[in-house]
């Protein structure tokens, strides 16, 4: 089992739709966690990080992380094509950083 | 936040070949990072590069294959030695932050 699992797989939505990406993990060390966003042929990039339990809101994207689940979610309101990207969720505890495999979402106009 | 840019871009070198990469950051940090991300997977951490210090590498990578240079606060070099195709891929630096993590723009590697 890998440590960190990201589902679901390519998500394609309507603009304007909210869109849930997700992530789960086993490693109970985990404390931090944050979601990258990374255009093509782009390094990622920090949209938000958390720690431990609860929800982070920051404009139309919200964290979500419930540690008692190992789940944690990322989610986008009124979505637009230019958020059409790979969303990563990563996490940190322990000396050890993890990253998930990626979702790669589209947006349509 | 920190601003990186990485050189060169991209490139397609030859197999047996050597490919230096380097990486420059607009402020003094102490924690860098050599990660690599092939086609359809997410990042794999090379190795932690801090100023003073050896770079600490992964399980599956070795300093000869992936030496790095960390001569001061703000630059690094990864050199990815004796290439093979599978180790095209893109090369991204990072930088840390307490936590936060900041990447750059990577360096797509082709070897032919």
């Known amino acids: 089992q890998k440590e960190v699992e990201q589902d679901p797989g390519p998500l394609s939505v309507p603009e304007g739709a909210i869109v849930s990406l997700n992530c789960t993990y086993s490693?109970?060390?985990?404390?931090?966690f944050m979601w990258y966003r990374q255009y093509s042929r782009k390094g990622p990039e920090l949209l938000m990080y958390?720690?431990?339990?609860g929800n982070k809101e920051d404009g139309r994207f919200t964290a979500q992380v419930d540690k008692s689940s190992k789940y944690i979610s990322l989610f986008i309101r009124d979505s637009q094509p230019s958020d059409s990207a790979t969303y990563l969720c990563?996490?940190?505890?322990?000396?050890?950083?993890?990253f998930g495999a990626g979702t790669r979402l589209t947006v349509k106009p | 936040s920190a601003v990186i840019s990485q050189k060169p871009s991209r490139d397609i070198c030859q197999r047996g070949t050597s490919l230096t990469i380097q990486c420059q950051v607009d402020?003094?940090?102490?924690?860098m990072f050599w990660y690599r991300q092939q086609p359809g997977q997410s990042l794999t951490l090379i190795a932690t590069?801090?100023?003073?210090?050896?770079?600490?590498?992964e399980s599956g990578f070795v300093i000869d294959k992936f030496p790095i240079s960390r001569p001061n606060l703000t630059f690094s070099t990864l050199t990815v030695s004796n290439m093979s195709p599978e180790d095209s891929s893109i090369y991204l630096c990072?930088?840390?932050?307490?936590?936060?993590?900041?990447f750059g723009p990577g360096t797509r590697l082709t070897v032919t």
């Open positions: 990072s930088v840390a932050t307490l936590y936060e993590q900041y």
């Open positions: 490693n109970s060390a985990f404390q931090y």
């Open positions: 958390t720690y431990s339990s």
């Open positions: 990563a996490m940190i505890g322990d000396n050890d950083m993890r």
């Open positions: 402020s003094q940090v102490t924690m």
């Open positions: 590069a801090n100023q003073g210090s050896e770079a600490t590498y």
